[in-house]
């Protein structure tokens, strides 16, 4: 399978039933899980431990780490959408992403909710990651870009701007008046440097 195939695989699964505005619930594009999965089996990531998606959703992430051989686990702390994931065949967890549920080692995956309607909510999900992963691949709004290079830092961790997309997305929500509204995004690893 090549990194085109995924993408579109991906986007064939199914999104949000009932999105929460409160959780910042969106869906991941394929062509963003892609890229996060394609660089992490490129990079041999894959073939040892788990890979754990915080505020998974609807799996999306987890589903394109699956798909090219690697063990994953689906972390949200709302029930909805982590049945969508379980029935893709994934492993789910319902437990807060700001305090993960999983052993230290893991990697993570995560499209965290971009602090817009929860201030900060970003930060503190990468403090959850940096708790238990030495690795984690996330996606930010690119206009926080520095800070969230700063907050790495500050955790440890060594960014690597891995792409700049764009997210299109839908009038998912009451608040939401145009036809499709685009959300310019950061895609970082960020590598631990600790010991």
Same mark, same amino acid.
């Given at each position: 399978?090549?990194?085109?195939?995924?993408?579109?695989?991906?986007?064939?699964?199914?999104?949000?039933?009932?999105?929460?505005?409160?959780?910042?619930?969106?869906?991941?594009?394929?062509?963003?899980?892609?890229?996060?999965?394609?660089?992490?089996?490129?990079?041999?990531?894959?073939?040892?431990?788990?890979?754990?998606?915080?505020?998974?959703?609807?799996?999306?992430?987890?589903?394109?780490?699956?798909?090219?051989?690697?063990? @994953?686990?689906?972390?949200?702390? *709302? %029930?909805?959408? $982590?049945? /969508? +994931?379980?029935?893709?065949?994934?492993?789910?967890?319902?437990?807060?992403?700001?305090?993960?549920?999983?052993?230290?080692?893991?990697?993570?995956?995560?499209?965290?909710?971009?602090?817009?309607?929860?201030?900060?909510?970003?930060?503190?999900?990468?403090?959850?990651?940096?708790?238990?992963?030495?690795?984690?691949?996330?996606?930010?709004?690119?206009?926080?870009?520095?800070?969230?290079?700063?907050? @790495?830092?500050?955790?440890?961790? *060594? %960014?690597?701007? $891995?792409? /700049? +997309?764009?997210?299109?997305?839908?009038?998912?929500?009451?608040?939401?008046?145009?036809?499709?509204?685009?959300?310019?995004?950061?895609?970082?690893?960020?590598?631990?440097?600790?010991?």
């Amino acid at each position: 399978m090549d990194k085109r195939k995924l993408a579109a695989m991906i986007d064939s699964l199914p999104g949000f039933s009932r999105p929460k505005l409160r959780l910042e619930q969106y869906t991941t594009p394929g062509d963003i899980a892609a890229t996060i999965a394609w660089t992490m089996y490129m990079r041999g990531e894959l073939d040892a431990g788990w890979t754990a998606d915080l505020g998974c959703g609807t799996g999306r992430l987890a589903y394109a780490v699956s798909a090219l051989g690697g063990r @994953a686990v689906c972390i949200d702390i *709302d %029930p909805d959408p $982590l049945e /969508v +994931a379980r029935g893709l065949g994934l492993d789910v967890a319902l437990c807060d992403a700001r305090l993960p549920c999983v052993k230290k080692g893991v990697k993570i995956v995560m499209n965290p909710p971009f602090g817009v309607w929860r201030p900060h909510a970003d930060v503190e999900f990468l403090r959850g990651a940096s708790e238990v992963a030495d690795v984690i691949y996330t996606i930010h709004k690119y206009a926080t870009r520095e800070h969230i290079e700063k907050v @790495a830092k500050t955790l440890g961790y *060594d %960014p690597l701007l $891995l792409d /700049v +997309a764009v997210i299109t997305i839908p009038p998912m929500y009451r608040h939401h008046r145009k036809r499709a509204h685009k959300v310019e995004v950061a895609v970082f690893r960020l590598s631990s440097r600790r010991p």
